[in-house]
C-alpha cells in the first residue's frame, strides 16, 4: 500500500478571549497551516454567546479559506441540549467538524446531536483503548471522524480501526499531541489510506516532546506531512537531549536495588 500524504492541522488550545483566539488563529496561518484545531480552555465553560465569538474570532483568524476544526474536549459530558445550543455558530463558521463534546462511552448522545448537527460532522475515538471501543463508535455514536491514538491503542489496532471505518465512509484521523515518535506512530495506521487526508500536527508540545528525538517531521513544499520512509518508526532519539531530563530514582525493596535510572550516555 501506498503511503499518501497529509493535511497536517496545527493543534492548539482556544485563546482565553475571543481576540486571542483570533491571533491564535491567524499565527498559525502565517506558519503556513491552512488547517487549524482550536479546543478546550474556556470553551464550553461560559454561555453560548461566548464560545460563538471564539468560533467567529478562530474563523476570522484562520481566513475565510481555511479548514476549521473544534474540539470541545468532552466538556458538556452527555448533555446534548448543551452542546446543540454551540451547532448555529459552528455551522455559520463553517467548522469540519466538533470534536468530542462528550465523553466516549455517551453514544447515545453523540448519535443525537449528530442528527442535528448535519453538514457539521463529529469526531471523537481519542478515549477508544481497543478496536472494539472505537468500533462501537463507529457503528453507534454517528461520527464523521474517529480519532485514534497510537500511544493508547497500539498501531496494529489502529490500522484495524482505520479499515474498518473505511468501509463504514467515516474517516480515520490520528490523535496526537506531544512527540514525533507518537506523531510517526500515529500515522503508520492510515498512511496508506488516501482518503484520510488530515492529520493532527501538535504545534504547542514542550520541549522535552520536540527534544527526544533528532529530528522531526515536517512539512513539504506543499505544507503537507507524511510518514517516515525509515524502517520501524523512522525516528532517532537524542540520548543527549534526554539526560538533561533525567531524574536520579532509586526505589529499594527489602534493602535490595529494584530499579535505578539508567545511564543514557
Ligand atoms: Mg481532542
Not at 30 to 51: L, N, S
Not at 80 to 102: C, G, I, S, Y
Request: proline share 3%.
Amino acid at each position: 500500500m501506498k503511503s499518501t500524504a497529509k493535511t497536517p492541522y496545527a493543534s492548539q488550545l482556544f485563546g482565553n478571549d475571543p481576540h486571542e483566539t483570533l491571533t491564535k488563529g491567524a499565527a498559525q496561518r502565517k506558519a503556513g497551516f491552512r488547517a487549524v484545531k482550536f479546543g478546550w480552555g474556556p470553551y464550553g465553560q461560559g454561555d453560548a454567546a461566548t464560545d460563538a465569538a471564539h468560533i467567529a474570532a478562530a474563523r476570522e483568524g484562520l481566513g475565510e479559506d481555511g479548514i476549521l476544526l473544534v474540539d470541545a474536549g468532552t466538556v458538556w459530558v452527555d448533555d446534548v441540549e448543551a452542546a446543540a445550543a454551540r451547532l448555529d455558530a459552528l455551522k455559520t463558521h463553517r467548522a469540519t467538524w466538533l470534536e468530542e463534546p462528550f465523553i466516549s462511552a455517551a453514544l447515545g448522545a453523540y448519535k443525537a446531536l449528530a442528527e442535528r448537527a448535519a453538514p457539521l460532522r463529529l469526531a471523537g475515538g481519542e478515549g477508544a483503548h481497543n478496536f472494539h471501543m472505537a468500533q462501537q463508535m463507529i457503528d453507534h455514536a454517528g461520527l464523521g471522524y474517529v480519532q485514534i491514538d497510537a500511544g493508547r491503542m497500539g498501531i496494529s489496532d489502529g490500522k484495524r480501526v482505520a479499515d474498518y471505518a473505511a468501509q463504514r465512509d467515516v474517516r480515520f484521523v490520528n490523535h496526537t499531541f506531544n512527540s514525533h515518535i507518537a506523531l510517526s506512530a500515529s500515522l503508520q495506521a492510515f498512511a496508506g489510506h488516501e482518503k484520510d487526508d488530515i492529520c493532527e500536527y501538535p504545534v504547542e508540545a514542550k520541549a522535552l516532546s520536540r527534544e527526544i528525538t533528532q529530528s522531526l517531521i515536517e512539512r513539504d513544499g506543499d505544507g503537507l506531512i507524511s510518514a517516515p520512509e525509515a524502517p520501524g518508526l523512522g525516528m532517532e532519539i537524542d540520548a543527549d537531549a534526554l539526560a538533561r531530563y533525567l531524574v536520579q530514582v532509586e526505589i529499594t525493596i527489602d534493602g535490595e536495588v529494584g530499579y535505578k535510572t539508567p545511564q543514557l550516555t
